[in-house]
């Protein structure tokens, strides 16, 4: 393993052309600055961070790929598909028309179409890991839809992470042009029982009147602790549908913000989500619409059982400029056993004065009465029971854009469901 040192950021640093290297000299400034987040921050209430970035260390080699699972399986033949192991990337494939290729390459080829993706560093609102990210993170995927440009199919990117003791940092990067339209799913995972620390950063810029719709499935090992960082940018009469499925980690946290920035944007973020044993799913989400006539709406849904917790902060911000605005989120929770916990906590800043903006959350139990029904209908309660939870993640799972995800993604919910209370914590 490399240490986390200045010697080891330098090495990273030297890979990067010279108009890149502000973004690492201000994430290692940050990093080695910085203290570790606690629960008394206001971003982070509600979990303990049980991670010492201190004790890891880089891989200096990737591990093996994982095999295919049902998602790859689901997907068929996906217009492009790239594999990250330990924040390396070891496999690129795309078809004609779509250029995906490693980072490290894109860099070295023509640094100009990647340039907007690199800030000053780390920003005000991020924390330690998002430093991290920046100072020793070295490699990731491009993917790039040029101008009026159509995918022929989905984009499939294999984030994985194999190495104990290890802190992989995988970056993607995706860049929309003026016009196109595409497809993209990410598939974090990680072998069961190795325990490690993942902090994946996803950059996505949408042109003017291009359309991407992104499918996330998050089935991190059961050792593995994730904090990733997500930034979507949308120009005049762009549209993202943003989803995400929840299923894995002791912990993962997912740190999503997303700036409508011309007028006509649209953005919509679906979620459904499973805590079992003692895990920690955490979102932190932030629509900020800074231009006039924009849309918005957070719909996501999770349950918890055994010991599990799931934390949700939406943050809708309307600035000044953000007239006309239309702008709503809802987050459901359904807690299945008596020592789960679920926190949501919606927000508003509304700076306009003519907007439309609402949001609206649940934290609850499995409903009596519909229980009842169901029973009289000749149910008895544990089918009833499952048939309440499968029906809670019917309406959510139908919106997400990748229609040959929606069965695997089912089984995948239920099987937690039924699991609960059958497999001793970690």
């Not at 940050?30 to 303990?48: H, N």
């Not at 229609?403 to 609960?420: C, F, I, S, T, V």
């Amino acid at each position: 393993m490399l240490p986390l040192t200045e010697q080891n950021y330098q090495r990273v640093a030297a890979t990067l052309p010279d108009w890149a290297r502000p973004s690492a000299a201000a994430g290692y400034e940050a990093f080695t600055s910085l203290p570790m987040p606690d629960s008394r921050q206001e971003e982070w209430r509600y979990v303990e961070v049980e991670t010492d970035l201190d004790a890891l260390g880089l891989a200096e080699a990737p591990g093996t790929p994982l095999p295919d699972d049902e998602v790859a399986a689901a997907l068929g033949a996906p217009a492009g598909r790239a594999v990250s192991v330990d924040g390396r990337t070891v496999a690129v494939e795309a078809a004609d028309g779509v250029r995906l290729t490693s980072l490290a390459a894109a860099l070295a080829a023509d640094g100009e179409v990647v340039r907007r993706l690199f800030r000053s560093g780390p920003g005000p609102r991020l924390d330690r890991f998002a430093a991290a990210h920046h100072a020793f993170g070295g490699d990731g995927v491009l993917l790039h839809l040029a101008a009026g440009q159509r995918s022929p199919g989905p984009v499939l990117m294999e984030v994985q992470a194999t190495r104990p003791g290890s802190l992989a940092l995988p970056r993607l990067s995706v860049i929309v042009e003026d016009g196109a339209e595409g497809s993209l799913v990410i598939h974090y995972r990680s072998p069961d029982g190795v325990a490690l620390v993942a902090v994946p950063q996803v950059e996505v810029v949408v042109g003017s009147n291009a359309r991407l719709d992104i499918t996330m499935v998050q089935r991190w090992g059961d050792a593995t602790r994730a904090y990733a960082h997500q930034t979507v940018s949308l120009a005049r009469d762009a549209s993202v549908v943003l989803a995400e499925a929840g299923l894995g980690g002791a912990s993962a946290r997912l740190h999503l913000g997303v700036d409508l920035e011309g007028p006509g944007a649209d953005a919509q973020v679906l979620g459904a989500y499973f805590g079992h044993r003692r895990q920690t799913l955490d979102y932190r989400y932030r629509m900020g619409h800074r231009a006039p006539h924009t849309t918005s709406a957070m719909y996501l849904k999770g349950a918890v059982g055994d010991a599990a917790r799931s934390v949700f902060t939406g943050l809708i911000r309307i600035e000044p400029e953000g007239q006309n605005s239309d702008a709503i989120q809802t987050n459901k929770n359904l807690v299945l056993s008596e020592g789960a916990e679920a926190h949501s906590v919606p927000n508003l800043e509304i700076l306009a004065n003519e907007v439309r903006c609402g949001h609206g959350s649940t934290v609850s139990p499995l409903d009596e009465e519909q229980r009842y029904y169901l029973m009289s209908r000749g149910l008895d309660p544990a089918r009833a029971d499952r048939l309440q939870v499968k029906g809670f993640f019917e309406d959510v799972l139908a919106r997400f854009p990748q229609a040959g995800l929606e069965p695997p993604l089912r089984r995948a919910l239920m099987a937690r469901y039924e699991g609960l209370g059958r497999e001793e914590a970690p």
